[in-house]
């Protein structure tokens, strides 16, 4: 599909138009279609779009976007295989039913493609700990299986090749009892809803927790950081631009109010970061992805809340 506009296709519902979105039916249809792309035609793989700004002038690439074709969960033992579209939170139900802990992925917004990627983590496990092996597809179409320590996870990032597509993931899962694990994910999702605001449009966490350094490379002693507090302390909680807000519930968290722009929203994070710095000394990582054209900048400043 031809310059298929990508709004729709986020959680925070921005976006401008792709060259051309890509949906392939199954592992087959993906390596048969990259292998016979032209290689100087970018490749963007793309999931839920639940970490994900599109700037507004769109992505200049070929958007690979798995759907029906990528959802199967099979489990096998103590191995759970996921297709990159199956979401975390089902595969961490389906797990659980069959005596397997995954209720770390629960909570996690998205697929697993995209958790993969991002080494996602939650409640102290991440996707490191529990992934044995990945089946992805290479921008020249060959198929290939990858060991998890081949993949460089870190804190919210991996090391896959550029233009590789994700197609399946396999888990090893230690073994719990279904009914408590279960139980675990209703207390996390409670938790959850106390604490973020799950019913906004947002893409999740925008800024990472520092990982112990300032600014300039020097070690920190304040390993317990949160980029929420530094951003409360900052005095950005509930601040504006157009309609991208900083959550009065949870500040980490950047929230389209209705109508923002994908440039209201970069500009509002990128504030916030320059705040923080003067503030703390701290410089925030983004955590949530920005890709693409930037489109108009905005036309109004910051308010704070209050």
């Known amino acids: 599909m031809r310059d298929r506009p990508l709004d729709a296709l986020t959680w925070l519902r921005v976006g401008g138009p792709a060259d051309w979105l890509f949906q392939p039916a199954d592992a087959e249809d993906l390596a048969t279609f990259l292998a016979a792309l032209d290689p100087a035609v970018p490749v963007f793989p793309m999931g839920v779009g639940s970490n994900l700004i599109v700037r507004d002038g769109g992505l ?40 397997l802990d995954l209720t770390f992925l629960r909570t996690i917004p998205g697929a697993i493609g995209g958790a993969v990627c991002m080494n996602a983590g939650c409640y102290g496990t991440y996707v490191a700990d529990r992934l044995e092996s990945v089946q992805a597809v290479l921008r020249d179409g060959t198929a290939v299986t990858r060991a998890a320590s081949d993949l460089g996870l870190a804190y919210r990032q991996s090391a896959l090749p550029e233009g590789a597509v994700i197609v399946s993931a396999t888990f090893r899962a230690p073994p719990g009892a279904p009914e408590a694990l279960h139980r675990t994910m209703a207390d996390q999702l409670a938790r959850r809803d106390a604490t973020q605001p799950t019913r906004e449009r947002s893409a999740g966490s925008t800024f990472r927790n520092p990982a112990g350094y ?26 504006r631009l157009g309609g991208a807000q900083m959550s009065p519930m949870h500040p980490n968290f950047l929230i389209n109010t209705g109508g923002a722009t994908a440039a209201e929203l970069e500009a509002l994070g990128e504030e916030v970061r320059k705040r923080v710095l003067r503030h703390s000394g701290i410089q925030l990582q983004w955590e949530v992805r920005r890709v693409g054209d930037p489109g108009k900048a905005p036309d109004s400043g910051v308010i704070l809340q209050g």
Request: aromatic content about 4%; charged content about 30%; proline content about 2%.
């Open 214 to 239: 300032s600014s300039t490379g020097q070690a920190d002693d304040r390993h317990d950081m949160k980029a929420w507090k530094l951003i409360d302390d900052a005095g950005l909680r509930g601040a």
């Open 60 to 99: 200049r690439a070929v958007v690979i976007r798995p759907g029906r074709g990528f959802n199967d969960i099979v489990i096998d033992g103590d191995r759970v295989t996921a297709g990159a579209a199956a979401l975390d939170a089902h595969v961490a139900r389906r797990a659980a039913d069959a005596g």
